[in-house]
């Protein structure tokens, strides 16, 4: 998995493109999926833009594993009130703020900042929870539906876990009790979006299945007379993940390869020290060539669009010898009909493993330089590069010290025996 390219291939490569210097990177807290690639909080917010109307009210409520990665996205929406139930780095714990804020999200009184503070009330040790959005949560009110006089004449909220747990008191009870919490009301929707959108899940934990809920969700407030008295909620628990994502947007045309010089890595800061990694790696967000569609539908007769050996990565930190990274898995965007490239935003995430501890004790608090090579037959658009944490599932308290803290040891000593 992690020796040279062949010769062969080394010889197909022609002469590289000028570096390109990295940009600033980014911290993107994710929406984790059973199927595709993961949702960014860019990916969320757009969603959001071009389904919801900007008059209506939205509280989208973060319970996952960096779910404060999140918060500072939507601070340019005037409407948008988000509680989440960790600050930047956190992970997030099943029993702490989720069951709480989920119990408290009910109509009867009280607003976005009483499920907020109901859900701080029942916070683990480990969590330190934060709002943010042009909105304050204390502005989305939770009276109950009146659809003649309002306040709130509409309400339509969504549940989401890609991956969820069935264990006690966890994902599939919490989405259970918020829609028991809301039956009954008038002018009220709750659909649930996770796992395969079987049992307590009405669509499946994609973000095809994500956008579909929230499209909807839109259409219904866009019938009405007053959707400024209309509201969306989101409500999000089950895995979290945490991309430190470089933007690239270069095409790197076939047989070459493309150089990001630069590159800054996780840093130790960036984590609570708490996070159990265990699948991280790298991957590259590209957009198909124009024109290229591709299916991705049938699960049973899925085609690969890239053959082995077409993508690689030559990670160099400038101390040890370069990474290589050769084995990858497609990870599809796509709008929810099967086909990725016939819609504005699809595309694909090439996914590259790396063992957890090379993975922090070889890339973290460092710089490093990152070599695309694209062997495939087609020029092809890259987005950007991350270095990702990979699902990151929310433990019972008390948390337990993950891989990240193992591994950030490690690499002390390693320093340690260096400098020695």
Known sequence: MFGKPTLAALMSVVVALAALPAAAGEKQGTLCTSAGASITDSD???????????????????????????????????????????????????GGYDDDAAGALRPGGGTGQTVHDIGTGGKA??????????????????????????????????????????????????????????????????????????GVWDRPGTAAGLAGAIAHAGSLINDSFWPEDEQFILFVTDHGDLHN?????????????????????????????TAQITDPGFSLRIELPTGMTHPV?????????????????ILDNGVEAPFDLMEFEELYIDD???IIGNAP?????????????????????????????NGSPFDVTVVDFSQDTGDVAKVPEPATVGLVALGLAALARRRRRAAA
């Open 44 to 94: 969320l917010k757009a969603m959001i833009e071009a389904y919801i109307p900007s008059d209506a009210k939205s509280l989208l409520t973060f319970t996952q594993c960096f779910g404060g990665d999140c918060v500072d996205n939507f601070a340019d929406m005037p409407n948008v009130a988000v509680t989440s139930a960790t600050s930047p780095g956190e992970t997030a714990t099943y």
């Open 125 to 198: 040790s480990g969590e330190t929870p934060m709002t943010g959005g042009g909105l304050s949560p204390g502005g989305v009110s939770l009276e109950p539906v009146d659809p003649l006089w309002g306040p709130v004449r509409s309400r339509h909220i969504v549940v989401y876990a890609g991956k969820p747990d069935a264990g006690a008191g966890r994902d599939n009870d919490q989405a259970q009790r918020i829609r028991d919490n809301f039956a009954g009301q008038p002018n009220t929707t709750v659909t649930t979006v996770g796992g395969d959108g079987t």
């Open 245 to 273: 994502t470089q933007p690239v947007a270069t095409t790197v045309a076939q047989a070459t390869h493309q150089t990001v010089q630069d590159v800054q890595s996780f840093q130790s800061a960036d984590f609570d020290g």
């Open 297 to 313: 539908g049938d699960p049973f007769n899925y085609m690969p669009l890239f053959q082995p050996g077409q993508w690689s990565l």
């Open 336 to 338: 929810g009909d099967g």
């Open 345 to 373: 935003g699809e595309g694909m995430e090439l996914a590259f493993d790396i063992d957890p501890d090379w993975w922090v004790e070889s890339f973290f608090d460092v710089t490093f330089d990152v070599d695309v090579f």
